[in-house]
Each structure stands twice: as C-alpha cells, then as structure tokens.
C-alpha cells in the first residue's frame, strides 16, 4: 500500500517534470514568434498614428497584445497557480477609432502589456527555455558514454559536457555523471523554473494596488448599474403616475366640475356623476397603492424586513414557510434591496419552478444577512441574460452582496444571497 | 354611542369626526398619536375605537400595536383599524385572540358613508368587519390547493366572501337581492362542504370561516 502510494507519488512528480519541461519548450517556442512580431507591429502602429492609419490599426494591434498577456496570465494561473492581476479601463463599446486609441493609450495597463514584450522575448524566452534544457542537457550526457561522443569528438578534439572535457569513452562516463547529478537537480527544481517565467512576467505585468483597483473597477460598476436602475425606477413611476394616478384625477374634477353645473338643472345626471368621481378616486387609491408597494412596501417600513417577508409569503399563490432570526434591523437601503430581492426570487419561483413549497430563511451572523429561498420545484433556474435572478445579483451588487443559485434539473432550487450588514 | 378616534393627518381626522358625528356617534376623543391613544383608550371607556394603523412618534405600526395592547387589557374592546393598505399579517394579529369585535378596513371604504358606519356598529357590537381585499387574498390562496373550496357553487363562494367580511346573513341578502331564507340555506351548504360546524350566533360563525380560511395548509 505504502510502496504504491510512493510509486504513485514518484510518477505523479515525473509527469510534473517532463510536463514542466514540455511547456517550458512549448512556451519559448511561442515566445519568440509573437512577442516579436507584437513589439514590431505596435511600434509601426504607434508611428502611424500622426499619419491616421495607426488610429485605426493600433486597437486591434494592442486588442492582440492584450490577447497575448492575457493568455500569459491564464496559463500563469493553469500552470503554475501564480495569479497574476489585471485591471484595464473599460471602454465604452460605441468608441470611435479616436477615442478608442486613445482610450487605450491612456491606461497604464497597456503600456504595462507593451513594455513586458520585450521583456518577454529576452527573458522571458530564456526562463521558458530553461525548464526545458534543464530536462534535456542531463538526457545528452546520459548519452554520451552510449557512443554519442564519437560523433562530437571525430579525430582527438574535444567536446565540453559543461565543465567536463570529453575526449574518449572515459571521460564521456564522467560527463554522464555530471548529467545524472543534473537530472537529479532537474527533477527537484524543473517546475519551479517554470514558475520563475510565470513570476517574471508577473513583475512586469502585475497591476500595483491591482486589489484595490479591481476593487475601484466593481464599485464603478456597481454605482452605474444603482444608478441607472434608480433612474429606470423613477421613470416608471413618473409614467405610472402620470398615466394613472393624476389621469384620474383630473377626470374626476372635471366630473366634479360638471356635477356643479348640473346640481340645479339635471339633480339626476349629477347624482350618476358624483358616484362615477368616487369610482375613480377609488381606484386612483387602488393605482397609487400599488405603486407604493413597488417603492417601498408600507409593511417594510411598518415592521421590518422579517415582518415583509412574512406578508410576502402570504401573499404567494403557494406554500411558504418563512424562519427570521434578526436580533435588529438593517439600514433602510439594505433591507429595501433584501425585501426586492426575496420578492423577485419567490415571484421567479411561482412562475418558473412548478413549486407548491418555499421555505424562506433570514438570518444574521458575522456581520453577513443571509437569505435563503428553497423551493421543491424543477429545478433548472439560471442567473441569466434576461432572468429576473441577473437583476436580482445587481441589485445586491451595490451593497457588495452576492446571490448564488443551485437549481440542478429536477430541482430543488435554492437560492442564497448575502449581504454584509450590521443591525441596529 | 362614544367613539375614540385616532388618526394623524387632521384632514381624515376631521373628516371622520364628522361623518360619525352625522350618523349620531359621540367623539369621546380624537387623537393624533399612539401615545395619547393609549391614555384615550385607558381612560375615555369608549364603545368602539377607530384607529389608524400608522402613528406618530414612530410612524410605524404605531396604531395597531396600541389597540392589539388595549384588547390584550381589555379583552374583546372593539377597535376598527383602517389603513393606506391592507396586509393579511395584521388581519391575522387582530384576529389571534379569538374574541371578535375586530375590524380592518382600507381607508377608501370611508367613501361609502353608510357601509362605513355600519362597520363601525358591527364591530362595537362584538362583530367583525374584514377588508374585501383581505377577504380575496385569503381565498386566492386557499384555491389553488383547497378541495372543500372548490366544491362551493359561485353563488356560495359569493355568500362566503361577504360571510368573512363581517357582513350578517341579512345584509348579504339585501346585497345579492335575494331573500334571508336563500342566504341562509347557502351557509348550511358552505359550512356542510368545508366541514365547519354550524353556529346561530353570527359572529361565531364569521369567526370560524375567517380561521378555516388563514389555515395553514
């Protein structure tokens, strides 16, 4: 049992090895081809954009480039787990050639992407090559005392194995000593080597404060997507009570305005009128009720986020069962997007999920509100372009939660969302 | 018969004041906040007490929570809670006790003067008066899974949505324009179907629909 482990081991780390040097080979082979070939064209692209072509071109030359680092960075973390951040500028997708040069100019990420090419293709060539002749160079003075010297060495010369002058069969066997001291040498460092390019790399093309900036780029993004959400929500709710609410109004007035007129001449048509005016303040009422309801439920602000769950799920077509264990209350903007966001999962799920059961959970702990929403339904719900789950992440997104879904077919779906929080 | 009257937009206060006024009901007080609707409540000995749901200081459910407090002090007192929006969850709070002479009405059915003030008089009388809206949540969600539910004939569920609003077997006639006798052989039907047993007090009989129908399933 023992031995075998060990066996597996041992071919566990030879497969390391030769993959180690394979790659290294692979790597140095690919190197030289596009690092040179991305450095010329960039150069060429940036001389030409006094003349206009370059503003053309250099896009897609530094959209390549771009390419190429970013395959660096992938294979980085692949192969040797050495993650390697990233941070570029967004650019807006309707860009003009202009700005769109310029845009890319402009971010320091892709002066750091030209300026590691020609890094990459002078040491970054001889770390990949490294690992690879680290691997064959033992190979060869393992092969030399098997006759390979003669073909080096043709009449008394003398062919150097590293330090080792080979001139006849017994100095070949002294330089396949050496070569099995390297090789051993090889065997225990070769996939480090390889990770010495990968750390090369990563010295040039790594983002300072790379954290923080990944951080600046999410919370840019979150901002936008909050703002424009509020903005698409004050529009509906311009229109709805432009449309609605105030419509209704103004039709009662006039209805109010003619009942006056007629109070005298026609007691009849007025008293039909009067009525047909509460009709519409009724249903004005009805209309800009239920547009609170969609701004902020009145239960949420009466009770809290427990106590508007609970109402919630009353109000659901189907079984629910709602479990709160919330020592306090968030702050107003947190529990709004939490109430929304369980609304929009349990209404996903009554109309997608076939369910007849949810189970909803709220609890706080670590500084963390977390949701649950469990149903017994079929299953296959995905955060996806267009799903209301998609609207649900951002939503979350600006108070840096996050919204997990596992829905395997068959179901069940449960659906997790945290947000770190403290009560009060 | 004396009223408490709590509301905080003078508006509706005013306008209640006098619409209750007209129909021959004494004010004993109208007020503006949850605390002093407490010591009203305490001190006024009112038969009925109308009471909106949101109160200053905390604007929350300030109003709910002082009269749910009264009834636990005084239990059976008969308060009327009228709110912006009708939620199950409170009906279910005001019903918990068993004891009636519980109302939860929108605020829009203060339009219908007279329908109004003979909820009013329902609930001092011990009776209840639930929302339509509260009524037709609670029976959505019934019917998608509730087989004796289903049994009912159109009219029955008719008779039974007016039944758990409160409404007595008279007035649920005058509504539908047929006779006692027909509304009362139909609530024999709809207790027979949903296996409830019959009761002459009304009340009672309310009560025990309203509780069939917040079931859980």
Redesign the interface.
């Given at each position: 049992m023992n031995t075998d482990f060990r066996h597996g081991g041992v071919r566990e780390h030879a497969r390391e090895v030769v993959l180690a040097g394979v790659r290294g080979l692979v790597l140095s082979v690919a190197v030289l081809p596009f690092g040179v070939a991305f450095l010329v064209l960039t150069l060429l692209s940036l001389a030409f954009v006094p003349l206009g072509i370059g503003l053309v071109t250099t896009p897609w030359v530094l959209t390549g480039v771009r390419a190429l680092a970013d395959t660096r960075r992938r294979l980085a973390d692949e192969w040797c787990g050495i993650r390697i951040r990233t941070a570029y500028r967004p650019l807006p997708a309707d860009a003009n050639p202009w700005s769109r040069t310029f845009g890319m100019l402009r971010d320091r990420q892709t002066w750091r992407d030209v300026g590691w090419l020609p890094v990459d293709i002078t040491a970054g060539f001889l770390t990949a090559l490294l690992p690879a002749v680290a691997l064959l160079y033992p190979v060869e003075g393992l092969l030399l005392p098997a006759g390979l010297w003669r073909s080096y060495v043709p009449d008394g010369g003398t062919y150097w194995y590293a330090f080792v002058p080979v001139t006849g069969q017994a100095t070949a066997f002294g330089a396949a000593a050496l070569g099995a001291v390297l090789l051993a040498v090889a065997w225990r460092y070769t996939p480090r080597l390889l990770g010495a390019h990968f750390r090369l790399a990563r010295a040039v093309l790594d983002t300072p404060h790379g954290e923080l900036t990944e951080r600046v780029r999410v919370l840019t993004e979150t901002r936008r997507d909050a703002v424009d959400t509020s903005a698409a929500e004050l529009r509906r709710i311009e229109r709805d009570l432009h449309d609605g609410a105030q419509a209704r109004l103004v039709a009662m007035g006039m209805d109010l305005g003619t009942v006056e007129m007629l109070l005298d001449k026609d007691p009849q048509q007025a008293r039909k009128l009067l009525a047909q005016a509460?009709r519409s303040?009724?249903e004005a009422?009805?209309e800009l009720?239920d547009l609170?309801?969609g701004i902020h439920p009145?239960?949420l602000?009466?009770?809290g986020l427990g106590?508007a769950v609970?109402?919630l799920a009353?109000?659901?077509?189907?079984?629910a069962e709602v479990s709160v264990e919330l020592p306090g209350r968030p702050d107003a903007p947190v529990e709004s997007a939490a109430y929304f966001a369980v609304s929009e999962v349990l209404t996903n799920a009554v109309k997608h999920s076939g369910a007849?059961r949810v189970w909803v959970d709220l609890h706080h702990t670590d500084g963390m509100l977390r949701v649950t929403v469990t149903d017994n339904g079929r299953g296959g719900a995905a955060i996806g372009a267009g799903s209301g789950l998609a609207g649900v992440e951002r939503r979350l997104g600006t108070f840096d939660g996050v919204l997990a879904v596992s829905s395997p077919a068959g179901g069940p779906t449960l659906v997790t969302m945290e947000i770190p929080c403290a009560l009060s | 018969m004396r009223v408490v009257l709590a509301e905080d937009l003078f508006l509706l206060r005013d306008g209640l004041v006098r619409l209750l006024e007209a129909y021959g009901f004494e004010i004993a007080a109208a007020v503006e906040s949850g605390p002093e609707l407490d010591r009203a409540l305490a001190e006024a000995e009112p038969d009925v007490a109308v009471v909106d749901v949101r109160l200053p200081p905390t604007h929350t459910d300030e109003g709910l929570q002082c009269a749910l407090r009264a009834r636990r002090e005084r239990p059976g007192l008969p308060v009327l809670v009228l709110s912006q929006h009708v939620e199950q969850l409170y009906a279910r709070e005001l019903l918990a006790d068993g004891n009636g002479g519980v109302g939860y009405l929108l605020k829009d059915r203060v339009f219908d003067a007279d329908q109004f003030v003979d909820a009013v008089r329902r609930v001092a009388a011990g009776g209840t008066a639930m929302d339509p809206q509260v009524i037709q949540q609670l029976l959505a969600r019934r019917a998608a899974a509730d087989r004796p539910l289903a049994r009912l004939t159109p009219r029955e569920r008719e008779v039974l949505e007016l039944m758990a609003q409160g409404r007595s077997n008279a007035a649920i006639a005058a509504q539908l324009v047929v006779t006692e006798r027909a509304i009362t052989k139909h609530t024999s039907n709809i207790f027979t179907k949903l296996g409830l047993e019959v009761s002459d007090d009304d009340n009672r009989r309310v009560l025990a629909v309203l509780a069939y129908l917040d079931r859980d399933r």
């Amino acid at each position: 049992m023992n031995t075998d482990f060990r066996h597996g081991g041992v071919r566990e780390h030879a497969r390391e090895v030769v993959l180690a040097g394979v790659r290294g080979l692979v790597l140095s082979v690919a190197v030289l081809p596009f690092g040179v070939a991305f450095l010329v064209l960039t150069l060429l692209s940036l001389a030409f954009v006094p003349l206009g072509i370059g503003l053309v071109t250099t896009p897609w030359v530094l959209t390549g480039v771009r390419a190429l680092a970013d395959t660096r960075r992938r294979l980085a973390d692949e192969w040797c787990g050495i993650r390697i951040r990233t941070a570029y500028r967004p650019l807006p997708a309707d860009a003009n050639p202009w700005s769109r040069t310029f845009g890319m100019l402009r971010d320091r990420q892709t002066w750091r992407d030209v300026g590691w090419l020609p890094v990459d293709i002078t040491a970054g060539f001889l770390t990949a090559l490294l690992p690879a002749v680290a691997l064959l160079y033992p190979v060869e003075g393992l092969l030399l005392p098997a006759g390979l010297w003669r073909s080096y060495v043709p009449d008394g010369g003398t062919y150097w194995y590293a330090f080792v002058p080979v001139t006849g069969q017994a100095t070949a066997f002294g330089a396949a000593a050496l070569g099995a001291v390297l090789l051993a040498v090889a065997w225990r460092y070769t996939p480090r080597l390889l990770g010495a390019h990968f750390r090369l790399a990563r010295a040039v093309l790594d983002t300072p404060h790379g954290e923080l900036t990944e951080r600046v780029r999410v919370l840019t993004e979150t901002r936008r997507d909050a703002v424009d959400t509020s903005a698409a929500e004050l529009r509906r709710i311009e229109r709805d009570l432009h449309d609605g609410a105030q419509a209704r109004l103004v039709a009662m007035g006039m209805d109010l305005g003619t009942v006056e007129m007629l109070l005298d001449k026609d007691p009849q048509q007025a008293r039909k009128l009067l009525a047909q005016a509460r009709r519409s303040s009724t249903e004005a009422l009805e209309e800009l009720r239920d547009l609170v309801r969609g701004i902020h439920p009145p239960v949420l602000a009466e009770r809290g986020l427990g106590d508007a769950v609970r109402a919630l799920a009353l109000r659901l077509p189907l079984a629910a069962e709602v479990s709160v264990e919330l020592p306090g209350r968030p702050d107003a903007p947190v529990e709004s997007a939490a109430y929304f966001a369980v609304s929009e999962v349990l209404t996903n799920a009554v109309k997608h999920s076939g369910a007849d059961r949810v189970w909803v959970d709220l609890h706080h702990t670590d500084g963390m509100l977390r949701v649950t929403v469990t149903d017994n339904g079929r299953g296959g719900a995905a955060i996806g372009a267009g799903s209301g789950l998609a609207g649900v992440e951002r939503r979350l997104g600006t108070f840096d939660g996050v919204l997990a879904v596992s829905s395997p077919a068959g179901g069940p779906t449960l659906v997790t969302m945290e947000i770190p929080c403290a009560l009060s | 018969m004396r009223v408490v009257l709590a509301e905080d937009l003078f508006l509706l206060r005013d306008g209640l004041v006098r619409l209750l006024e007209a129909y021959g009901f004494e004010i004993a007080a109208a007020v503006e906040s949850g605390p002093e609707l407490d010591r009203a409540l305490a001190e006024a000995e009112p038969d009925v007490a109308v009471v909106d749901v949101r109160l200053p200081p905390t604007h929350t459910d300030e109003g709910l929570q002082c009269a749910l407090r009264a009834r636990r002090e005084r239990p059976g007192l008969p308060v009327l809670v009228l709110s912006q929006h009708v939620e199950q969850l409170y009906a279910r709070e005001l019903l918990a006790d068993g004891n009636g002479g519980v109302g939860y009405l929108l605020k829009d059915r203060v339009f219908d003067a007279d329908q109004f003030v003979d909820a009013v008089r329902r609930v001092a009388a011990g009776g209840t008066a639930m929302d339509p809206q509260v009524i037709q949540q609670l029976l959505a969600r019934r019917a998608a899974a509730d087989r004796p539910l289903a049994r009912l004939t159109p009219r029955e569920r008719e008779v039974l949505e007016l039944m758990a609003q409160g409404r007595s077997n008279a007035a649920i006639a005058a509504q539908l324009v047929v006779t006692e006798r027909a509304i009362t052989k139909h609530t024999s039907n709809i207790f027979t179907k949903l296996g409830l047993e019959v009761s002459d007090d009304d009340n009672r009989r309310v009560l025990a629909v309203l509780a069939y129908l917040d079931r859980d399933r």
